[in-house]
């Protein structure tokens, strides 16, 4: 379900692996649906793409966490679905993914419900500054605004079109990492190593992976946490949380992501197993095994500003000049029309160590002209 660049890495996966794929997905060039054996061109809760899906496939997996949760549990209700509708429904809503965090005894920022406009007049000073967030549909940086204090938040609420929101206080942050985990129906467990992760404009630039700055009692808190989340969602399938380091060095859970994700997107070349694997083995009932990190890596996210200049004029990214460093992974998305802002790929930099690996990172950015780390 769903035909995005997560989706299409599922699909080359499974067909790795010997497996036949079909794609649910009303975008007729989405990046999965070009490569997957079938294309389903259908809305999400249309009903005979929903059945045609089930005839086509023993096992079905979604690809981003707003695909409809009454789909899954329709898909479900015949087929083996993983993640399940349950644990997508939660971490479709903010509000209930905090409420989950607070009951496996994760901390997260402490926050307030705006559902209501009688709501904004209640929260508590103690949130200012915060963030507003959208209960549901945020991504890479939409649907947030910050506000310094009540009269902000009025502003702020109406922008984001009086829909049901979170207030986060803003917390003083250090770094951020995420935390992948894969968990089968008989509830094995394995994880990939932390990452670090830097976000411009709140989309994810890169990650790096050992993560720097992360000692090993903070990543093993982070793992179990995770851990914790995942067993509470009684999960099947890959499942990534996000969380802030602060200043002080204390861990605070930020979001979970049901499905793989794009912190992850390095394990296709620095791992012997992907994240994308370990779906599949996840959702077809095959042994999952402990992913071991052979060569340290640095993951660079390509937007579709690369292929504009600074007038605004379509131009060609340099891959010659970026492809002479070794080390160095390519990985385009096939989306149609680049745009600012649209992950169009990512470049994987991987090294026999971290500080070579960053080195080699550092100087992709500049032959593509984009910050440096």
């Known amino acids: 379900m769903g035909g995005g660049q997560l989706g299409r890495m599922f699909v080359q996966a499974a067909q790795e692996m010997g497996f036949y794929t079909a794609v649910l997905d009303p975008d007729p060039t989405s990046p999965a649906g070009l490569v997957a054996h079938y294309h389903i061109d259908t809305d999400y809760l249309d009903e005979q793409g929903l059945a045609q899906l089930m005839q086509r496939c023993g096992a079905i997996t979604t690809e981003f966490e707003n695909v409809p949760a009454a789909a899954l549990v329709t898909l479900g209700a015949h087929r083996v679905v993983a993640p399940g509708a349950e644990a997508v429904a939660v971490c479709q809503d903010r509000a209930a993914e905090k409420t989950h965090f607070a009951q496996c005894g994760v901390r997260c920022a402490p926050h307030a419900r705006i559902e209501a406009a009688e709501d904004l007049a209640r929260v508590d000073a103690a949130l200012w500054p915060g963030i507003l967030k959208t209960g549901r549909l945020g991504y890479d940086g939409k649907g947030q605004v910050p506000v310094a204090g009540p ?20 917390l003083p942050l250090a770094f951020e990492i995420s935390v992948i985990v894969a968990r089968n129906a008989l509830g094995d467990m394995v994880h990939f190593p932390v990452q670090r992760n830097l976000h411009r404009d709140g989309i994810l630039a890169v990650t790096e992976v050992p ?14 946490c995770t851990e914790r989340l995942a067993d509470a969602l009684h999960y099947i399938g890959v499942l990534c949380v996000e969380y802030f380091v602060l200043e002080d060095g204390t861990l605070v859970a930020n979001e979970m ?10 394990s296709i070349d620095a791992c ?27 993951m660079l996210n390509l937007l579709g500003d690369l292929w504009s200049d600074a007038e605004g004029r379509e131009v060609s990214p340099p891959w010659s000049s970026v492809l002479a460093l070794p080390g160095v992974h390519l990985h385009l998305y096939g989306k149609v029309g680049p745009r600012r802002g649209r992950k169009m790929g990512h470049l994987t930099v991987t090294a026999a160590d971290a500080a070579a690996a ?3 990172a550092g100087e992709a950015l500049s032959r593509l002209g984009l910050p440096p780390l």
Do not use: I, M, T
């Open 272 to 298: 012997d197993v992907s994240q994308f694997e370990l779906q599949v083995r996840a959702l077809a009932g095959l042994p999952l095994v402990a992913p071991r990190l052979h060569s340290p890596a640095v």
């Open 151 to 170: 009269d902000d938040l009025v502003v702020a609420w109406e922008q984001l079109g009086r829909v049901p929101c979170v207030l986060e206080q803003r």
């Open 257 to 266: 992501a049901p499905r793989p994700h794009n912190s992850g997107h390095y």
């Open 358 to 360: 960053r080195a080699l």
């Open 211 to 224: 993560a720097p700055g992360v000692s090993d009692a903070l990543a093993r808190q982070a793992v179990q």
